[in-house]
């Protein structure tokens, strides 16, 4: 019942069911504390009255709960270690702890859940490495180390774990061609490695497995274009390539490759005017386009479609202002608005949109740790600023 009533969006009602079942549960336990399963089945109670706590933004709530479950599941596994399930249950805890602390800001946190869920899982496809489910597992994990390690600056480090995620989710496609889940897995892979080979400035190679991504999602799109997943993917990796264009300041490939995006972004916010995803993901795009306007000195074309990102993010930011996303992107639609007003000698109105912009950059480090991308962003601001008064 509590699955039914969260799926519903009901997260009172569910809770509230999570937690009778809770009580039950840890009566059961209390009867017979040897018994395993009474066990698991406690753990999972913790588990899901952490993911509604999580849900509802309460992240020090959820990391109490997922850590109770946690002290079960490793009692679990050291009792029976040739336990695949109850080994693929740590590994679930070990994964949920990491992605609360990489919300929290804690990356260093971060890294360490995620790279015990490493060591967990690679244990239990050792006990069966015919089960596919274990080695996808593993290529996942793989990309959120190097997702943690990339925010915390280390990119090298992040791009051996992207590597290694690709390597793993390769040969299960190999395997099966026509598994669309696996393919979309390797787009994934494909995905992440273009950014970081971008941040990294190696365009050529950057270029490459972004394209090897696009034609796979191009694929799955193309068989199922009512997939809004498989939709926000492709809108994804074209901005990627057009990022990569900017970065070669081929502008007018990287124009055309932010218009494809934008137009894909558009038609999934109409399917669904209230999904803040594809509102998100609308801004983003106007602002991409603002960039590269800039580039080509189309100053008034630049503006309007900050403009257009500044509405939509406002918006979103006062619905959600918790979500660093949209604070982030909302610091970046400011900073060019800001450039484009210094390009038109309008100083002062330039001045306090890069101070707006600022203001956010340093309440996102403070609030949530110092990323390297907020920081870069951040000294680049200040920069701006320090030459209006030169």
Request: negative net charge; aromatic residues 8%; proline residues 2%.
């Amino acid at each position: 019942m509590g699955d039914i009533l969260k799926a519903q969006g009901d997260l009172t009602g569910a809770k509230a069911q999570y937690q009778s079942e809770f009580d039950i549960r840890r009566a059961l336990v209390e009867q017979d504390a040897g018994d395993g399963g009474r066990q698991r089945d406690l753990s999972v109670c913790y588990m899901r009255l952490g993911d509604i706590l999580k849900t509802q933004g309460d992240l020090t709530g959820a990391k109490a709960q997922y850590e109770r479950g946690l002290e079960i599941n490793e009692e679990l596994v050291k009792r029976d270690p040739k336990n695949a399930i109850w080994g693929d249950d740590l590994f679930v805890v070990h994964v949920v702890l990491g992605d609360v602390a990489y919300a929290q800001g804690d990356l260093n946190s971060s890294k360490t859940e995620y790279q015990d869920a490493l060591d967990v899982i690679q244990k239990v496809a050792g006990l069966q490495p015919r089960d596919t489910r274990w080695q996808r597992n593993i290529a996942a994990i793989h990309n959120r180390l190097g997702d943690v390690l990339k925010s915390l600056g280390d990119l090298n480090g992040a791009k051996v774990q992207y590597e290694n995620g690709l390597q793993v989710i390769d040969k299960l496609a190999e395997q099966d061609p026509t598994d669309s889940g696996w393919q979309n897995d390797l787009f994934v892979s494909y995905d992440v490695l273009s950014y970081l080979l971008l941040l990294q400035g190696n365009l050529s190679e950057a270029k490459a497995q972004s394209l090897n991504g696009l034609a796979i999602i191009q694929k799955l799109a193309k068989q199922d274009p009512n997939n809004t997943d498989w939709q926000y993917n492709l809108w994804d990796i074209q901005e990627c390539l057009a990022d990569i264009y900017r970065a070669q300041k081929d502008f007018d490939n990287a124009f055309a490759e932010y218009q494809a995006a934008f137009d894909i972004a558009k038609k999934l916010a109409r399917r669904d005017p209230g999904n803040s995803d594809w509102q998100h993901a609308v801004a983003v795009a106007h602002q991409k386009l603002g960039d590269v306007l800039v580039d080509r000195s189309e100053l008034v074309s630049a503006k309007a479609e900050y403009q257009n990102a500044l509405v939509i993010l406002q918006g979103l930011v006062k619905k959600d202002p918790g979500n660093t996303d949209y604070q982030y992107h909302l610091a970046g639609v400011y900073k060019g608005l800001g450039a484009v007003e210094r390009a038109q000698g309008d100083t002062m109105t330039a001045e306090e949109n890069f101070r707006d912009s600022l203001d956010i950059l340093a309440q996102l480090i403070q609030s949530h740790g110092e990323q390297s991308a907020w920081k870069a962003d951040l000294d680049s601001v200040r920069e701006l600023l320090a030459d209006l008064k030169r």
